[in-house]
Each structure stands twice: as C-alpha cells, then as structure tokens.
C-alpha cells in the first residue's frame, strides 16, 4: 500500500520519481529518480542541482502507486515545529549518504524537530485490520525522545487514544531490550512496545550492526517484531502473541503515515531512514525473509561525510572568515561564546591561542571531526540552541553529538563549509560576529539567505597559535 525509498527503486520494474529536492539558492524543486529502473537512486542528478548551495527533501514518493507520499509534517496535539506556521523542519538532502552495491545514494537524516507525513492516505489498514511494515534505519543515528517513528498513525496528527497507532519505533525510549538500546520496537500510541507489556523484552536485542532491517506487523490479537542486520544475515524474530492489554485490542488504527515523528507530532527524536514498505494482510515470516534478502543484495555501506579540503585528525588549525569586508577575522572564543575576531601575527598570544583548535576525531561520529580549543583543553565547540558555545566535555550522548561536524566543499567555492552532524541542515555561520549554526533560509534572525554562502565559508588554516 506504500512504498518510500531515497536510495532505490524497491520494485523491479519502477522507473518513476523517488523524492524530491528543494534547493536553498532559489527555492525551485526536481526529482530524483532512479539511474535506471529498479536501480539506485541518480545522486548525480541531486549533486549538480544542488551544486553550490543547500537542499532539503521536500517529497519522499511513493512507488506502490497508491500516491500515498510523504511531506512535510504539520503541526500537532504534542508539538508545533519550527518551521513557518508551525511545520516541522525538511530534512537535509546530504545528511545521509551510503552507497549501494557501490553506487552512491543519500538517505533521509531526521533531526529532531524534522517530520514527514501524510494524513490522507488510500488503502492504508485502519480498526484491526492487519498490515505488515519494514524499514531500514542507521543504529548510529537516535536518541530516546518521542518518536521515531514509520508507519500507521492518527489522520489529525493528535492523540485520539491507545491502539491508535501500529508504527516502528527505533531508538532507546522506552524499554525495549538488553543493554542501552537502540531497538526495534513498536509505537502503538501511549506505548512503546517490545512485547505485550510495556517492561523489557529480554529477546529484543540492542542493535548494533550499521544498518538495521526493522519489522512490525499486526492482525486481530496478534503482532510480531522482527529485525536484523540489513547488510548481513537473516532477520530474527523478537516478539510474536498477543496485542498488550488496556485498549490494543481490537486495534483502532487510523491509516495516516508518517516518519520521525510520533501521532501527535512529538518530534523531539532523531534517526535515519533509507527504505520503508506497508502492505496489507499478515506477511509471512517467509516473505520477510525475502525481503531481508533483497536488502542484504542491495549492499548497503556507508561512505564519507566530508568533501572538500582535508582535515587531519591531530593537526591544529584556524578558521579564517572569506566573508568580502570580514576577510580580517578569525573563529575564537571569549569565554564560552564564539565569535569572529580581528586577529594578525602581530595579536597577542593570547588572542591568537583563543582562535587556535585542535582536529579530534568526531565525538559523536568517527566520520567526521570534533573541534578542542587550544587555550582551554578538554573544552570543544558545541552548539546549543543553535548558537557555537565552548563548553568542557562531559561525556554525554547528547554532548559529543552537539560537537560533531562535518567539513563540506565550501558552499561559496572555496574553503570549507563546517556542517553540524546532528543538525544536517546547518552549518557553521558568523552573524553579527557570533556564530550558530544556521539554515539557508529559516525562522531565525542568523538563518537570512542574504550572503549565507559566504558567511558560512572558512579558509582552514595552520593555527595560529
């Protein structure tokens, strides 16, 4: 009944549109279609349209033929998101590249305040109708906030009561398994379950291989989790009885669909999402097996997250500002707050060790690169509501993630652009001297499109201390 992939075409013969991308220079869209039919998505394509600025996925297409696509998520009962009129963020067009048997593809890379939806579907299980799902997922991307979500969910976007829901959840709420999570499980509203109560499931493993094939499916008193490794292997089965007690059963499903976010738009979660399917009926474990095998044959692997000039773990380096009339300033702090500031050989020492940083390898993603500054060791730049603050580290998840970044080919043509990790969408900006992390375009004073290009645009050079 739906079918949503970024990456490839999930049926032999679909030659048609994947998604669809909205670039930050002048708004206008394309689509993404396979290089051919029932192959990888056309990278290529996204990469030349999108050339020399941003891009967001602004559709995610359904290739069942049902139209039941997905976009941008609405405010809801929980959250009302950050984006114009209260709609939730679109995620980054480049946040999630992979290859497939080789070939190069991006993902969808949910941050939290990110969502997709689509409240008036065609053929999609409602009441206790049975229905199968899956999806494949990244165990490195989540968080334990509500949701992360793919599946059936309320057509208003609120809360409308238990058993409203049959979606996957993937992340580390609730109480899934053994060790700290991510699992599988599934959102049945008011509910995250591994099993047919809401306490741990001793057979529901964390997850721990890279990519992750995620199974939820459910008939009259009856529902099974299944998962394992999407590049390896056979799938598992996690759980299989009866529905949980206290309204979840029957099922009172209501047949919207939505990703990374929960029925009444709770969006606080993060996660990755690369392919998803939801059928009618009870799947067999047989057919899913298949599936399995089919994801498996794709080859999914991950690839860089960088692009541009090189940065070496280890090396010390400043951030020299390309912005026409600042071309005087460097990135350095007072204090915990960055800023841009007029620095030469000839500045004190002091002042030129506070816009020195030493390359660490990514405390939130070994593929990409944390910042420490020289003057104050053990502290790092890190953002927190959206501004760069230097902070000590504290070990936290939360922490190494909110200082993690990606270096990218500078968005201008030159240097570098220093995009944050856990926030795709953004990247390193000063404004009015200070620095975030800004959007292309967005509901803050530093998210301006005028000169963005420039202003996110650093020379990396040899410290200068």
Same mark, same amino acid.
């Given at each position: 009944?739906?079918? /949503?992939?970024?990456?490839?075409?999930? #049926?032999?013969?679909?030659?048609?549109?994947?998604?669809? &991308?909205?670039?930050?220079?002048?708004?206008?869209?394309?689509?993404?279609?396979?290089?051919?039919?029932?192959?990888?998505?056309?990278?290529?394509?996204?990469?030349?349209?999108?050339?020399?600025?941003?891009?967001?996925?602004?559709?995610?297409?359904?290739?069942?033929?049902?139209?039941?696509?997905?976009?941008?998520?609405?405010?809801?009962?929980?959250?009302?998101?950050?984006?114009?009129?209260?709609?939730?963020?679109?995620?980054?067009?480049? *946040?999630?590249?992979?290859?497939?048997?080789?070939?190069?593809?991006?993902?969808?890379?949910?941050?939290?305040?990110?969502?997709?939806?689509?409240?008036?579907?065609?053929?999609?299980?409602?009441?206790?109708?049975?229905?199968?799902?899956?999806?494949?997922?990244?165990?490195?991307?989540?968080?334990?906030?509500?949701?992360?979500?793919?599946?059936?969910?309320?057509?208003?976007? /609120?809360?409308?009561?238990?058993?409203?829901?049959?979606?996957?959840?993937?992340?580390?709420?609730?109480?899934?398994?053994?060790?700290?999570?991510?699992? &599988?499980?599934?959102?049945?509203?008011?509910?995250?379950?591994?099993?047919?109560?809401?306490?741990?499931?001793?057979?529901?493993?964390?997850?721990?291989?890279?990519?992750?094939?995620?199974?939820?499916?459910? =008939?009259?008193?009856?529902?099974?989790?299944?998962?394992?490794?999407?590049?390896? *292997?056979?799938?598992?089965?996690?759980?299989?009885?009866?529905?949980?007690?206290?309204?979840?059963?029957?099922?009172?499903? =209501?047949?919207?669909?939505?990703?990374?976010?929960?029925?009444?738009?709770?969006?606080?979660?993060?996660?990755?999402?690369? =392919?998803?399917?939801?059928?009618?009926?009870?799947?067999?474990?047989?057919? =899913?097996?298949?599936?399995?095998?089919?994801?498996?044959?794709?080859?999914?692997?991950?690839?860089?997250?960088?692009?541009?000039?090189?940065?070496?773990?280890?090396?010390? &380096?400043?951030?020299? !500002?390309?912005?026409?009339?600042?071309?005087?300033?460097?990135?350095?702090?007072?204090?915990?707050? !960055?800023?841009?500031? !007029?620095?030469?050989?000839?500045?004190?020492?002091?002042?030129?060790?506070?816009?020195?940083?030493?390359? !660490?390898?990514?405390?939130?993603?070994?593929?990409? @690169?944390?910042?420490?500054?020289?003057?104050?060791?053990?502290?790092?730049?890190?953002?927190?509501?959206?501004?760069?603050?230097?902070?000590?580290?504290?070990?936290?998840? $939360?922490? /190494?993630?909110?200082?993690? #970044?990606?270096?990218?080919?500078? $968005?201008?043509?030159?240097?570098?652009?220093?995009?944050?990790?856990?926030?795709?969408?953004? @990247?390193?900006?000063?404004?009015?001297?200070?620095?975030?992390?800004?959007?292309? *375009? *967005?509901?803050?004073?530093?998210?301006?499109?005028? &000169?963005?290009?420039?202003?996110?645009?650093?020379?990396?050079?040899?410290?200068?201390?």
């Amino acid at each position: 009944m739906a079918a /949503h992939s970024t990456t490839r075409a999930l #049926y032999s013969s679909y030659s048609g549109s994947l998604y669809q &991308v909205k670039r930050g220079s002048d708004n206008t869209t394309t689509n993404i279609a396979p290089v051919s039919a029932g192959g990888v998505a056309n990278a290529a394509a996204q990469d030349s349209f999108c050339s020399g600025t941003t891009c967001l996925i602004s559709i995610i297409y359904d290739q069942s033929g049902h139209s039941n696509h997905l976009t941008q998520a609405p405010p809801g009962g929980a959250a009302s998101g950050p984006d114009a009129n209260g709609y939730d963020n679109l995620a980054s067009a480049i *946040g999630a590249p992979v290859t497939l048997n080789g070939a190069k593809a991006y993902g969808v890379f949910i941050h939290p305040g990110s969502g997709y939806r689509n409240d008036a579907t065609n053929g999609i299980a409602t009441g206790d109708t049975a229905e199968g799902m899956y999806a494949v997922f990244d165990s490195t991307h989540y968080n334990s906030a509500c949701c992360f979500d793919y599946g059936n969910a309320e057509t208003n976007a /609120h809360d409308t009561g238990n058993g409203h829901m049959e979606a996957i959840y993937f992340g580390s709420g609730g109480n899934g398994g053994p060790g700290s999570g991510p699992w &599988v499980m599934a959102d049945l509203e008011n509910g995250l379950f591994s099993s047919s109560t809401s306490g741990s499931n001793a057979n529901d493993p964390s997850q721990t291989s890279r990519f992750v094939t995620a199974v939820v499916k459910g =008939e009259p008193n009856q529902w099974a989790i299944r998962g394992g490794n999407a590049a390896s *292997g056979a799938l598992s089965t996690y759980w299989s009885g009866v529905r949980p007690s206290g309204g979840y059963y029957p099922m009172s499903k =209501e047949g919207a669909i939505l990703l990374g976010i929960g029925g009444d738009n709770s969006d606080g979660s993060q996660g990755t999402f690369y =392919e998803g399917v939801m059928v009618s009926g009870y799947p067999s474990d047989a057919t =899913e097996n298949s599936v399995q095998a089919n994801i498996v044959a794709a080859k999914y692997a991950a690839t860089s997250l960088t692009s541009g000039p090189a940065l070496t773990a280890g090396s010390k &380096v400043s951030f020299h !500002v390309t912005t026409p009339g600042y071309t005087d300033r460097y990135i350095a702090h007072t204090g915990a707050t !960055v800023n841009t500031q !007029v620095i030469s050989s000839s500045s004190s020492a002091a002042l030129r060790q506070s816009a020195s940083w030493t390359v !660490v390898t990514g405390l939130g993603n070994s593929a990409c @690169f944390s910042f420490e500054s020289v003057d104050t060791p053990g502290s790092y730049i890190r953002h927190s509501n959206y501004e760069l603050l230097v902070n000590a580290n504290d070990g936290s998840k $939360l922490f /190494h993630e909110d200082a993690t #970044y990606c270096p990218n080919a500078g $968005l201008s043509g030159t240097g570098n652009s220093i995009r944050s990790w856990s926030y795709a969408t953004r @990247f390193w900006r000063h404004y009015n001297a200070i620095l975030y992390i800004a959007a292309n *375009g *967005g509901p803050h004073d530093f998210d301006a499109t005028a &000169v963005f290009n420039n202003d996110v645009t650093y020379l990396v050079e040899t410290s200068l201390a």
